[in-house]
């Protein structure tokens, strides 16, 4: 077994035992309702953290606007069950036709994006996708789509305008969102779009197109020397990269019974948040977003007990994190007592 | 090294949340009573305390907080003390399930929530699902009570005020060419326009222009303002909140234009914005239910306990949450509920108690329900004269 299979075996082991855990407990009844609230949460933004890792740390290109692709998942999907949702159909295939079509619609948005933005580096690019994150909640909060018996109905100014017969349903109302989504998400269905996010990412990152990506992003005039097509695998790995953040979205607007484009929700902080997620992690490593996701989703929660003080002290913990993690003065401490060492020097020990 | 450092992390992660499930248990072992043994209601609110709705949610905790430390200091509902707690939801759908799971594991029996639409429709589907009852204060989408029957409006919903607002302006032949300026990307403000068109049409009422904005772009309004003015505009409608109706107010006095001012209750409280000259908002109309200087005994006593206690006057959300509490201790009465029934049969009794109750309150004197869960009360209109409000 090799070290990068290792560690791999690792990253799946710490969800499936994560799923286990929390099985075993809501099975039991001991799992409180704000954790079973919170379960689907964490997978969405834990995928949103892992989708995000392949565009800032593998292709090494900042992305603000990684809300936005997530908006357009959670819509298409959305408006796809919406259409659906009489006819009949298996809730389960229908969802997981959503979260396909979700994906699939983000990507080529992240194609169409991808097209202009990745001619730019660095500031620039943060720059074009943080308004291109903007545009999307934008264009969504005008959005006018309802359906009749004579097909759908498009306007971009209010539902008067669609002109529709009387017993038509407007399905997007603008700023009031698509409401009365089924509530198909699960904890299990979140694992394992999870598990085959994290499977994507680490079999591209492994793979020959990902060995490009990363030859890229090391040194573009080297990569360019040797033959790589820049433009198409920096694509690759954009679309890829938003076709998750897509599914993600799919997760997010079947857990909530509406969904409206809000700042908070698929605004640039949300679009940081994400991007908070990936540098505490690590970036460019997949299991620590997993985890600084997980935790940051639930810290807030945790900390409601603290009433008007949560947010600061939630900010307290983002900065003492950070310089666990990342601080010299932290490393050279943690280096000092880490528990290899500890446990190393026993062993020595013993064996003297 | 960093491998170890995140194992840990994870250990830790799992740590917390075996910490979580713990003081879950503990409390929803004894979930109604209080820590003294005795049985207790428990009443939760939800709103946004932090971020930019933050009036609202604190309006709507200080309200309900009002009226529960009057409804125990007289006794309690049924002779039974009742304990409050208000859990913050930032104005996003997502964190308000959050925070009324929260409140869930802390035994709550009865909501007064969520303060806002988008949040209200996202808790609703969940207490829906569990048959708790809900009392919204300010949630006025209908979306909110649509097909949920366990959930309950204080407030007129955003078409009642739009069609309200539209009959009102016809009835009274205050004008016939209306301009609306709206924030399209806000539920509540093109929940009221929607309907207000649509109504206006059908009285006879022409709508020369119609102009939005959004939520990006609110601080300039000349342009807007400009073509109302230019389409012969005798009244503009603004079904907006008060602190961009300032903003309006300021323009259409620089460039010019003199003319009516129609709102609805998101205009409440405009008298109080810093730094705003107040005559500038003279002869403005609103439709509110709630006027802070009402002179009846009830309005007079709440206000003052109000300002006494947390320093500003109270809004329309305020007495909206004051009301809604009240509103949950008459029907508790009318059905006789007791603290040891299961959630589920509570919101049963409650639900054939409500609609037949008749509240007088700080928003309306016999407010009705119906089973959908809309209210039934008169809205009044006031005119704003020399810096208060008059009624009309």
């Known amino acids: 077994m090799n070290k990068q299979l290792k560690d791999n075996l690792i990253t799946y082991g710490i969800i ?11 099975a039991t009844g001991s799992l409180s309702s704000l954790f079973k609230g919170l379960l689907v949460p964490v997978c969405v933004y834990t995928i949103m953290a892992v989708s995000l890792n392949l565009t800032v740390g593998i292709l090494g290109e900042l992305s603000l606007g990684h809300a936005g692709f997530m908006c357009i998942g959670a819509f298409v999907s959305a408006f796809f069950s919406m259409c659906l949702k009489n006819s009949g159909m298996n809730s389960i ?21 991808g097209i202009p933005v990745l001619r730019l580096r660095g500031d620039y690019l943060a720059i074009v996708t943080l308004a291109f994150g903007e545009i999307i909640k934008n264009i969504v909060n005008v959005l006018y789509i309802g359906k009749d018996e ?16 009387a017993d038509g349903e407007v399905i997007v109302k603008g700023p009031q969102g698509i409401t ?21 990412v680490i079999n591209f990152v492994n793979s020959r197109s990902g060995r490009a990506v990363m030859a890229i992003r090391d040194n573009r005039i080297a990569a360019e020397s040797v033959g790589i097509n820049i433009s198409k695998y920096k694509l690759m790995a954009f679309a890829i990269s938003a076709s998750m953040a897509g599914a993600a979205g799919a ?8 969904l409206m484009a809000q700042p908070k929700n698929f605004g640039y902080n949300m679009s940081i948040m994400i991007l908070v997620y ?15 996701a997980a935790i940051l989703t639930v810290l807030p929660e945790l900390l409601r007990g603290f009433s008007d003080y949560r947010m600061l002290i939630y900010s307290i913990v983002l900065i003492v994190m950070m310089l666990f993690n990342c601080a010299p003065a932290a490393l050279e401490l943690r280096e000092k007592y880490s528990l290899k060492r500890l446990f190393g020097k026993k062993l020595k020990k013993e064996e003297a | 090294m960093k491998k170890l450092v995140s194992l840990l992390l994870a250990v830790a992660m799992v740590a917390t949340l075996l910490v979580g499930c713990g003081n879950a248990q503990t409390t929803t072992t004894d979930a109604n009573a209080s820590a003294d043994g005795q049985a207790v209601f428990k009443i939760g609110g939800i709103g946004p305390v932090t971020g930019a709705a933050a009036v609202y949610g604190n309006a709507v905790k200080n309200g309900a907080q009002i009226a529960v430390d009057e409804i125990n200091a007289a006794g309690g509902i049924n002779g039974v003390q009742v304990e409050y707690d208000f859990q913050d939801d930032e104005c996003d759908a997502e964190k308000s399930v959050n925070a009324y799971n929260t409140l869930k594991d802390w035994g709550m029996q009865m909501l007064v929530g969520s303060t806002t639409s988008g949040c209200c429709v996202a808790v609703a589907a969940k207490s829906a699902e569990d048959n708790m009852f809900q009392v919204t204060p300010s949630g006025s989408s209908v979306d909110c009570i649509n097909g949920n029957d366990n959930v309950y409006q204080v407030c007129f919903t955003d078409p009642n005020q739009g069609a309200a607002s539209a009959d009102y302006i016809a009835d009274n032949a205050i004008a016939s060419k209306v301009a609306v300026i709206y924030d399209s990307s806000d539920v509540y403000s093109s929940g009221i326009y929607e309907k207000f068109s649509a109504e206006a049409t059908q009285k006879g009422l022409e709508i020369v222009a119609a102009e939005a904005f959004t939520a990006d772009n609110k601080t300039d309004f000349t342009t807007q303002l400009q073509k109302a003015k230019d389409g012969g505009a005798e009244l503009v409608f603004l079904p907006i909140y008060y602190t961009e109706a300032t903003l309006i107010l300021k323009q259409a ?6 003319t009516k001012f129609f709102g609805c209750d998101g205009l409440d ?3 109080a914005v810093e730094n705003f000259d107040v005559a500038l908002a003279e002869d403005v109309m609103l439709l509110t239910p709630f006027a802070a200087d009402a002179t009846d005994d009830m309005t007079k006593n709440f206000v003052a306990k109000y300002t006494e206690s947390y320093g500003e006057t109270p809004n329309q959300f305020a007495a909206d949450a004051y009301d809604a509490v009240y509103a949950i201790k008459a029907a508790a009465e009318k059905a006789g509920i007791s603290a040891d029934m299961s959630i589920s049969d509570m919101c049963e009794a409650l639900k054939g108690a409500i609609t037949e109750i008749s509240l007088d309150g700080l928003t309306g004197v016999g407010m009705t329900w119906n089973a959908e869960g809309e209210v039934n009360k008169d809205p009044k209109a006031v005119v704003i004269k020399n810096g208060a409000y008059v009624a009309m």
């Open chain 1, 16 to 26: 499936i035992a994560f799923y286990a855990i929390m099985q075993t407990l809501s």
């Open chain 1, 93 to 113: 295939v229908r969802f997981i036709i959503a979260i396909l079509l979700g994906a699939l619609v983000s990507a080529v948005f992240g194609v169409l994006i």
């Open chain 1, 150 to 165: 004579n097909g759908m109905h498009l306007s971009f100014t209010d539902t008067a305008s669609l002109n529709m017969s």
């Open chain 1, 180 to 200: 009365g989504i089924p509530n198909d998400s699960t904890f299990t269905i979140g694992i394992i779009v999870l598990l085959l996010t994290i499977a994507i």
């Open chain 1, 251 to 258: 997760l997010y607007s079947h857990n909530l019974n509406n």
């Open chain 1, 278 to 292: 990936v540098v505490l992690g690590g970036i460019g490593r997949i299991r620590g977003s997993i985890i600084a």
């Open chain 2, 253 to 258: 006095d620089t460039i010019g234009f003199d």
């Open chain 2, 269 to 271: 409280g405009i008298l």
